[in-house]
């Protein structure tokens, strides 16, 4: 069975940083091709970023671009997300999610994965 966990989430203030990370187990990680998502109280999910297989091609909403870097490591079963300059704005629940077809390429549709971790609090204070 393949597991998704998220971690890293917290508390930070208006300009800071934090490091997510989601790690996989159940399945060959370097198999899938990952993303994150997140979803704030009230509004829809909505896509963050997105890495291919081998980590050769990322993608990234235009929101967080020249913010953010997402990275993995295969042989660590991880991918991470860097978040730097904070804003409140960036307050919600984010969700690693991962997919098992169209490995070599990235993709912003949620409905494209197939599996999805519980996701992990973030919160920045203004």
């Known amino acids: 069975q393949v597991q998704l966990v998220e971690s890293g989430g917290g508390l930070v203030q208006d300009g800071g940083s934090l490091r997510l990370s989601c790690t996989a187990s159940g399945r060959t990680f370097s198999g899938s091709a990952m993303g994150w998502f997140r979803q704030a109280p009230g509004k829809e999910r909505e896509f963050v970023a997105a890495i291919n297989w081998s980590g050769s091609s990322t993608t990234y909403a235009d929101s967080v671009k020249g913010r953010f870097t997402i990275s993995r490591d295969n042989a660590k079963n991880t991918m991470s997300l860097q978040m730097n300059g904070l804003k409140p704005e960036d307050t919600a629940v984010y969700y690693c999610?991962?997919?098992?077809?169209?490995?070599?390429?990235?993709?912003?549709?949620?409905?494209?994965?197939?599996?999805w971790g519980q996701g992990t609090q973030v919160t920045v204070s203004s």
């Open positions: 999610a991962a997919r098992y077809s169209g490995l070599y390429y990235t993709t912003p549709k949620f409905t494209e994965y197939d599996i």
